[in-house]
C-alpha cells in the first residue's frame, strides 16, 4: 500500500502561481512513477504531469507545457507541482497518483494509487 497526501491548493488569481505537494509513505520502493491528474466539474480526470521515481523522466499534458513544472524529491518522498502563470480554466480538484507499471503512463487507469486531492482555482 501507498499514502499519498496532496497540500498546496488555494484560491489564486489568474496569472499567479501555487506548488503543489504530494508527500507518499508506505510501499514508495514499488512505486515507479508519479502523476498528477485533474478534475473539473462535469469534465473527465485529465492528465497534468508525471514523473519517475528513477530516471527523471517527465511528461506534461500539451496544455500544461511551459508553464507546470513537476518535480520530486527523493529522500522526502515527495512530488511537487509548481504552477505558473495559471488560467481560469487550470481550476480543476488535482490528485496525485502512483504507479507500479514499468512503464510511464498518461492514463488514469495505470495508476494504483491516489491521493484525496487538493481544490485549485483561479479566478479571472
Known amino acids: 500500500q501507498v499514502q499519498l497526501v496532496e497540500s498546496g491548493g488555494g484560491l489564486v488569481q489568474a496569472g499567479g502561481s501555487l506548488r503543489l505537494s504530494c508527500a507518499a509513505s508506505g510501499r514508495t520502493f514499488s512505486s515507479y512513477t508519479m502523476g498528477w491528474f485533474r478534475q473539473a466539474p462535469g469534465k473527465e480526470r485529465e492528465f497534468v504531469a508525471l514523473c519517475t521515481w528513477s530516471g527523471g523522466t517527465t511528461s506534461y499534458a500539451n496544455s500544461v507545457k511551459g508553464r507546470f513544472t513537476i518535480s520530486r524529491d527523493n529522500a522526502k518522498n515527495t512530488v511537487y507541482l509548481q504552477m505558473n502563470s495559471l488560467k481560469p480554466e487550470d481550476t480543476a480538484i488535482y490528485y496525485c497518483?502512483?504507479?507500479?507499471?514499468?512503464?510511464?503512463?498518461?492514463?488514469?487507469?495505470?495508476?494504483?494509487?491516489w491521493g484525496q486531492g487538493t481544490q485549485v482555482t483561479v479566478s479571472s
Open positions: 497518483a502512483s504507479s507500479n507499471k514499468l512503464y510511464a503512463s498518461i492514463l488514469a487507469h495505470d495508476y494504483d494509487y
